[in-house]
């Protein structure tokens, strides 16, 4: 099994922060996940990755497969960035998810 | 249409009722998933299904019981649940993996209460 473990588990930013969230692993994967769940549900998927690094407006998603880490950067946080950020590694067709990253902005 | 959509979005069924959750899919994704997601919990993997065929069961107690009648379309049936079933069910699709890794499409999930 994949031990995934993420930090910070809780996370309050003023708005305009920039924001990183980390996620580390314990198993060799074939891609990694970041997912954003708002609360009330639905999982919405923000990148995959299996090497370097990928950006989407203000997210930027980075991987290194050797020291089995991912982080997950915000620029310029907006209140709308507010949600729980899951980090999900992925062997096959199995993932294992982290516990997330409940992520507060305030205006 | 790029969207897994789930029904019902919100369900309550007392312990001795039979109800179905619905996932369909048009994407043309060969993989679909059920997974259970307990409050500030991260979604637990239920079931897998490659090509209309369960592939993986996380040990899931037989009072559920999910079906893939075609490539679209991922049933999950549910007769004498308990309450402590209670959660948001969420069902998500991808391109089968193999070699090749490909994204993944999450429903909004059904949000199940059991009284």
């Known amino acids: 099994k994949n031990e995934v473990e993420q930090s910070p588990q809780n996370l309050t930013a003023q708005e305009g922060e920039f924001i990183t969230i980390n996620c580390s692993y314990s198993v060799g994967i074939s891609a990694l996940h970041w997912l954003q769940q708002h609360p009330g549900g639905g999982i919405v998927s923000l990148f995959m990755l299996s090497s370097g690094k990928k950006k989407h407006g203000r997210l930027i998603a980075t991987i290194n497969i050797q020291e089995k880490h991912s982080s997950l950067h915000i620029t310029a946080s907006h209140p709308r960035d507010s949600a729980v950020y899951i980090c999900?590694?992925?062997?096959?067709?199995?993932?294992?998810f982290g516990t997330g990253t409940s992520l507060t902005v305030i205006p | 249409d790029t969207e897994v959509t789930q029904t019902p979005k919100h369900l309550v069924m007392g312990m001795t009722n039979k109800k179905s959750l619905k996932c369909e899919q048009h994407?043309?994704?060969?993989?679909m998933y059920w997974y259970k997601q307990k409050a500030k919990k991260p979604p637990e993997l239920m079931f897998v299904?490659?090509?209309?065929?369960?592939?993986i069961n996380e040990s899931v107690p037989s009072r559920f019981s999910p079906e893939c009648p075609n490539s679209s379309l991922l049933n999950l049936h549910l007769h004498a649940l308990q309450p402590e079933d209670s959660a948001l069910y969420l069902c998500?699709?991808?391109?089968?993996?193999?070699?090749?890794?490909?994204?993944?499409?999450f429903g909004s999930g059904t949000r199940l209460t059991v009284v």
């Open positions: 994407m043309g994704h060969r993989a």
């Open positions: 299904y490659s090509y209309e065929k369960l592939s």
């Open positions: 998500a699709s991808s391109h089968a993996a193999g070699t090749v890794i490909y994204g993944y499409t």
């Open positions: 999900a590694p992925r062997t096959g067709n199995q993932f294992y």
